[in-house]
């Protein structure tokens, strides 16, 4: 009697894993921008930056210091407004499959 509960979970886990695969993959394809101070920066859904944009405008060589701290805090804010959207994404399909008590309330 035991070995259909363990093939039906077997088989729950199997497609828990596809659906979060799937999510995965869905989360890699968006992508996410933040502009300041004439940096724009995109973040993909996997944490990786796809691109960095300068602005002519604010290229003074003697203020690359103010540059280079602009754009270090917006790939910082870029890349935490892909997370943010990554944990909701996670919590949402958790939740749907009945598992957002098991997952610590991510």
């Known amino acids: ?5 363990f093939f039906q979970q077997a088989k729950q ?17 968006q992508t996410f921008d933040y502009e300041n101070a004439g940096v724009v920066l995109t973040a993909r859904g996997d944490m990786t930056i796809s691109a960095i ?3 002519p405008d604010v290229v003074d060589a003697s ?6 701290r602009t754009v270090t805090e917006n790939v910082n804010k ?9 944990t909701a994404q996670m919590a949402k399909m958790t939740k749907e499959m009945g598992l957002d008590g098991l ?4």
Request: proline fraction near 2%; glycine fraction near 6%.
């Open 53 to 55: 944009k300068i602005s």
């Open 103 to 106: 997952m610590g309330g991510m």
């Open 63 to 68: 203020r690359l210091d103010r540059l280079e």
């Open 13 to 29: 886990a199997m497609e828990m894993r596809s659906k979060i695969k799937k999510a995965q993959k869905e989360l890699e394809s």
């Open 1 to 5: 009697m035991s070995k259909p509960g």
């Open 78 to 86: 870029a890349l935490k407004k892909s997370k943010d959207h990554a």
